[in-house]
């Protein structure tokens, strides 16, 4: 039986919309480059039959390994590096169902420690998490840990899925790739193509918003400002100038993912 996603949580990519030739705001941030798929595992790959441990890489998230979690060299391919691993203080002969409350200390407590792990507020260039615990089978045996699995948001506009990388995003060793984009046709964000950053280019991914224990899906005004505050908070805080400015002269659009993907 599968790891549990026990997040409510969705990722967000947010492209800002820019005009004329702009070069990428200098942001110290350790994160991935965009790719569509993982390689497949190398032979020094092996399956995770214990507790994960901080700085270990896996091909696929913990939460997310359909045949089973994949521990491999961070010097792989891989999805996943654990963050942090923290105790579940729980008696429960079954695992709470998903978004229960019983996991709402454990998902702030991830995003936290992943933003601190990762070196980057949470989100950034697509910066974000998952949050693991036991599958029914290792609960049942008295496996209680939790798991907070730095991820990196694919970039690629109208494609949200988890960004395959090489290097420990610990050691610094996954490069910050700013990630640009040209309009096919005016006006039309659904035309947007990949484009070197230090050429004109339309758009720019910011950010990767997750929205912790909780959180509903943005289906109204409402529902949305969860999202798009932060969203916006960050194109702000790459640019550099208050959000005021951001609505008056900037324009930025969100793609949507549902927690279960």
Known sequence: MLPQRYRTASALAAL?????????????????PSASASAP????????????????????????AIMGAVRIDCAQPHQ?????????????????????????GADAECRTK???????????RGATYELSVPAAGAWHAGAR???CELVIADASPH??????VQGSHAAGQVPLEPHCYTLVRPDDVHSLTSAPCDRPHAAEFVAAVTIGYGGAAPVDDKTSDPYLKPCHDEIAAQLGVPRATVDAKWRYTIYYTPGSR
């Open 16 to 32: 800002l919309v820019v005009s004329g030739c702009s070069s990428p705001a200098p942001v110290p941030v350790r994160s991935a």
């Open 159 to 164: 494609v949200i899925a988890v960004a395959t």
């Open 145 to 147: 840990w939790f798991a």
């Open 114 to 124: 992943t933003a601190a792990f990762a070196g980057v507020p949470l989100g950034r």
């Open 80 to 104: 996943s590096e654990v963050a942090a691993v923290g105790r579940l203080d729980l008696a429960a002969a079954e695992p709470p169902a998903a978004g229960a409350k019983e996991f709402a």
């Open 41 to 64: 595992p190398s032979a020094s790959a092996s399956a995770v039959s214990a507790v994960p441990e901080a700085g270990q890489c896996y091909v696929h998230p913990i939460a997310m």
